[in-house]
């Protein structure tokens, strides 16, 4: 059965690191799109980053050159690298998947959470000023 679940998040300083990792089960990663969303409170999900088959990266302007996304594809595991937290990082974070025979637009439609087909249940991530 297809499952995603996230883990790593918690309660930091800002300034401070995590990294959420996202454990794939029933994927096979080098032929899926993947991505992570947050969801602060009150707030719309928004995308963060998504990452290619190929390992091409795209990131929401307000994470760039702090967050970084990354996969290991041996152990179908899905990873953001979250470092300067700022208290706006404030969020429920989740990973997405998308089949790449689906397509794998990281231009533009990535950052719309209708296109990702499957979400973790996520994991929260608590920054404090």
């Known amino acids: 059965q297809d499952q995603l679940v996230e883990s790593g998040g918690g309660s930091v300083q800002a300034g401070e690191s995590l990294r959420l990792s996202c454990v794939a089960s029933?994927?096979?990663?080098?032929?899926?799109?993947l991505g992570w969303f947050r969801q602060p409170p009150g707030k719309q999900r928004e995308g963060v980053a998504a990452?290619?088959?190929?390992?091409?990266?795209e990131y929401v302007d307000s994470v760039k050159g702090r967050f970084t996304i990354s996969k290991d594809n041996t152990k179908n595991i899905l990873f953001l690298q979250m470092d300067s937290l700022k208290p706006e990082d404030t969020a429920m974070y989740y990973c997405?998947?998308?089949?790449?025979?689906?397509?794998?637009?990281?231009?533009?439609?990535?950052?719309?959470?209708?296109?990702?087909?499957?979400w973790g249940q996520g994991t929260q991530v608590t920054v404090s000023s």
């Open positions: 997405a998947t998308r089949p790449l025979s689906h397509g794998c637009d990281l231009k533009s439609q990535w950052r719309i959470q209708g296109y990702w087909s499957y």
């Open positions: 990452i290619g088959s190929d390992g091409g990266t």
């Open positions: 029933g994927y096979i990663f080098s032929k899926t799109c």
